[in-house]
Every structure is written in C-alpha cells, then in structure tokens.
C-alpha cells in the first residue's frame, strides 16, 4: 500500500489533521508533553452552529491527538472585551446606547447573567456541554484584567511600527501605521473603539489615549473628549485582532486553531506576528467554510438567520449534530432545519456500517465510516446498537397522532413490526420528531426520475386512493397495479416509500397509506406526476 492509500488513525479528516499537526511538531522540535487546541468563541451576538462547530471540530483534533498518545486540551476562549458594533437581529432597542462598549461591560438585557457578554457566551457553552464537549473556558475580560497577555502586549506594542508597516504591506491596511493596534477602554465612557491609543510609554507599560471618533459599520461614533493613560498590567483593553491571536497562542501555548475563511487576513497577521515579533511557531492551522441559510446567506450573529445548538435539540440529537460537524471540514454548505430528518437516518446508516449490519466493498470507505461514528459518539461508542426507526417515518405518524403521541406511534410501528418492543430511546426521538412536525409544514419530496410505466402506475393509484369506495385489501391492490404494470413490486414499493417518506424503505407500505390518509398520499403522489 502506497502512502498516498494509507490509512491514517481512524481513517478521518480528523485524524489526518492530528498526523500533520504532530509532523510539523516534530519538524520543529518542540515539547510535546501537551498539545493545546483553541477555539475562539464570540460574545456579540447569538452564538449560530458555526460558531459552535469551530469548538466542535478543534475538539474531534484534541481527540485524535489523545488517541494518538498525546495529552490535548481545548481551551474554548470568550473574546468578551470584543465591542459591540451593532444591534443584532431580534434583540433589544435599548442595546443601542451601549455601541462600542465592551460586551462584558453592557448589562444582560435578559437579567440573567452578569453581563451581555456572558450570556451569549453561556448560550454557545450550554450547545457545548449537551453535545458532550469538553473544555477550558477562558474569558478576555479576565485574561486581560490578571495581566495573562502583558508580556505579548509590551512586545507588540514595543514593535508597532514594525508590525504597522508589516499589517500595511500583507493586507494594504494602513490604520495601524497611525495608531497602535490596541485599544484601551476609555475610563470616562467605557468604550473601546473610540479611545485610539497614540503613543506607548514602554518603562512603564502603560499607552496614552484620546477619545475621539471612529467609524463603526459605515457609522461615525463620536468619543467622549477623554485623555488618559492605561497599565496594559491590569486596566481594560484589548489588542486588535490583527495581533491578538498571537499574542494569545503565545501565552497559552497553543499548537492548534481552526479558522475561518472571513478572517483569513487577520490570521495572516497574526502568523507573521507570532513568527517573527514573539518569536513563537504559529499554530497549525486548517481553514473551513461558512455554513449557509438556505437563500445562501453566511449565517450570522447579526443578520437573524441564526440556527443555534438549543434550536436543533428540539428536533434533533446531538449525535446528528456531531455528525453534521464531523462529516467534513472544508466546502461551504446551505444549512437548514430541514436537513434534520437526513442527518438522523445517517447517523443509524453509519451505525450499521459500523456493527457490520451494512457491508462495504471499499476497505478504506468502510475504516472512514467506522472512524466517523466514532468521532460522532466522542470515540466513546456504544457497546451494542441502538435500534432504528426512519426519522422521517416518526415525523408522518407524529403528523397523525398528536394526543398520546408517544403510546400511540409506538403501537403502530410495533403494528408495522418496526420494532419488537417499546424503548426508552425510540420514545425520545418520537419526541424530537413531534417537534419538529408540530413546528414545520409537511417537506416537498425531491424530484424523482420516472419512466412511462411508472408513470401510469402512478397514476392508476392515485385514482384508486382518490376513489369514494374503498379499495379493500391496499397492500394487494399496490402489488396488482405493480404487476398489471410489469414493474417489480420492490420497485414500484421503493418510489413510493421515496414520494412518502424521502426513503428507500419503510413499514408495509398498504397499512402504512391507510394510515396517512388516502387523499394526502394521493395528493403527495400526483406532484410527481
């Protein structure tokens, strides 16, 4: 076997991140006694699953290196001294007076946390710890009150000149050849953006400000007049992030941070900082894409297209959620609500592969698929499999039966022969999937490729299902029209189950039809016609 064909760990992108991260260690020369991964988490805004999977996947790297030996950890960092450049979509008017503020310095417009910052931080650790994750939480505001950066900001700020020139030449940014790139927090207004520090006094660490103005999103911000002078030792301020990712992957050590392709210029600064200012080998990075709305529109904090942790719990498991982030890393996708149901049958699609229920004919195929499972259950997986019913099946009977839900779609899938007895966990997902058809209307099915026969089979049972009179045995007639039309049964079965259900198979498909009702299924059928 070649060593473009071998497998590496697990067989995932995952695990091949871990083997070029330890490569570049190794290369460099480095102890390795513990390999830190960082995952930058916003406090601005509501945090979406994008901001989410960052923390996700930097955790599935800490995995790998675990698995490989290493002693990992992630540290899942809160950058709450970030201002706040507008009010996002949904929340309060009254935020407005708190522009350029500091978001841990603006009060919890909800009354529940000590701050704007800590609440939106809460929302994206709480999707965090449902999912399983673990981490080091870390908070700007604290980080820069103890003093943790003081030796990366005194380097930085002793070398601005250098890295103003250098900011001006990789990105044709020519701010910070006028001003320092830090911002303290003005001790008079308490905001951020509109203290521009000027001049840094070295000996005794501190910079001398003014509060001016400054433009934020296309808006000119007018300061409060104030000058004074901040101990970058302990008084409020943050680095620019041209700057301040390596500052903190000094500091802390870090040897691995994912990022996004929105700040590939700030990372850029940051790598050549890290490298030549602090003196510190940059981490090994992977860049990835941004997830999507369905109208393909970035989801963001501020736009008010967000789908949070919390939102996709209520009709999906966190398995489905992992999957979603592990299946891969780079190529932008359109995310929605609605890709729910196709992640919670894949997940026990690669179940099976995993018990050997399914058999591939592709060693490496099946090894990737094993090694994802496992990445999606936290290399945790489960001793024996869980069983399986189609998402998308529970949603069509959770459509039916809305009072004693649960007792009555666990009657009918044991009807069905579904499952052979009742379960704790098929009770749960009867649950999400009761949300999720309580909350959206019925999906369109996808266009499906059909020839003439089976067309008029088609259309021949959607006569039958329209007709007054009842058809008496459905299963037998489906399987007449079938082989009146010379079309295998299974067939003819499978286009149906695809019309109905978005599957391949389903329970016995006459019972199941007389459940749903005659008129829908017909209706559902002739939109393909």
């Known amino acids: 076997m070649s060593n473009e064909q071998k497998i590496i760990g697990r067989g995932t992108w995952i695990d091949k991140l871990a083997w070029e991260l330890l490569e570049r260690e190794k290369q460099l020369g480095r102890d390795t006694n513990m390999l830190r991964v960082e995952s930058g988490l916003g406090a601005s805004g509501i945090p979406h699953i994008g901001s989410l999977g960052d923390a996700v996947r930097a955790y599935g790297v800490k995995l790998a290196l675990e698995d490989s030996g290493y002693k990992s950890e992630l540290v899942a960092y809160s950058d709450d001294l970030d201002g706040l450049r507008k009010i996002p979509e949904g929340l309060p008017e009254s935020l407005g007076e708190h522009i350029a503020k500091p978001v841990s310095l603006i009060p919890d417009p909800f009354g529940c946390h000590d701050s704007y910052g800590m609440h939106m931080s809460s929302i994206l650790l709480d999707g965090l710890d449902r999912l399983g994750i673990k981490y080091n939480f870390m908070r700007a505001h604290d980080t820069y009150k103890k003093g943790l950066l003081k030796n990366q900001i005194h380097t930085i700020l002793a070398n601005s000149d250098r890295i103003g020139d250098k900011i001006a030449e990789l990105v044709n940014q020519e701010k910070y050849q006028k001003t320092l790139p830090y911002y303290p927090v003005c001790a008079n207004c308490n905001r951020l953006y509109t203290a521009q520090a000027y001049e840094y006094v070295a000996d005794q660490m501190e910079v001398k400000y003014r509060c001016g103005e400054t433009e934020i999103g296309s808006k000119i911000l007018q300061g409060c007049g104030h000058e004074g002078t901040a101990d970058i030792t302990k008084d409020l301020g943050k680095l620019a992030w041209k700057v301040e990712f390596a ?22 600064v940051n790598d050549w900082v890290s490298d030549d200012i602090l003196g510190h080998p940059h981490p090994y990075h992977v860049k990835y894409e941004m997830f999507l709305d369905k109208g393909g529109k970035k989801i963001s904090k501020s736009a008010g297209n ?79 499999q869980s069983p399986h019913v189609s998402y998308r099946l529970l949603v069509e009977l959770c459509r039916i039966f ?18 052979k007895n009742p379960d704790p966990h098929i009770e749960q997902l009867i649950g999400l999937a009761g949300n999720y058809a309580d909350d959206f209307e019925e999906e369109r099915a996808a266009q499906l490729q059909l020839n003439d026969p089976l067309r008029a089979a088609l259309r021949r049972l959607v006569g039958i299902l329209e007709a007054e009179s009842d058809p008496g045995d459905m ?38 039809i007389i459940d749903i009702g005659r008129k829908k299924v017909a209706k559902a059928i002739a939109m393909h016609l």
């Open 306 to 384: 967000v789908l949070t942790a919390q939102k996709w719990l209520r009709y999906g498991t966190p398995k489905s959620m992992l999957l979603l982030l592990y299946k891969r890393i780079t190529g932008a996708r359109e995310l929605g609500f609605e890709d729910i149901p196709t992640l919670m049958d894949e997940y026990n699609e690669i179940e099976d592969v995993y018990f050997d229920r399914t058999k591939l004919d592709n060693e490496a195929k099946t090894v990737k698929i094993k090694g994802l499972y496992q990445y999606t259950n936290l290399l945790n997986p489960p001793k024996t």
């Open 475 to 512: 299963q037998n007639a489906i399987y007449g029209i079938a082989k009146d039309g010379n079309i295998p049964p299974k067939e003819f079965f499978t286009i149906l189950y695809q019309i109905i259900l978005g599957s391949n198979r389903g329970p016995k498909i006459g019972p199941f």
């Open 247 to 268: 500052a903190r992957w000094h500091a802390f050590d870090i040897r691995f941070e994912a990022y996004g392709k929105d700040i590939m210029d700030s990372v850029k």
């Open 402 to 419: 809305k009072e004693d839900r649960a007792d009555r779609v666990t009657k009918k899938l044991l009807d069905y022969g579904t499952i």
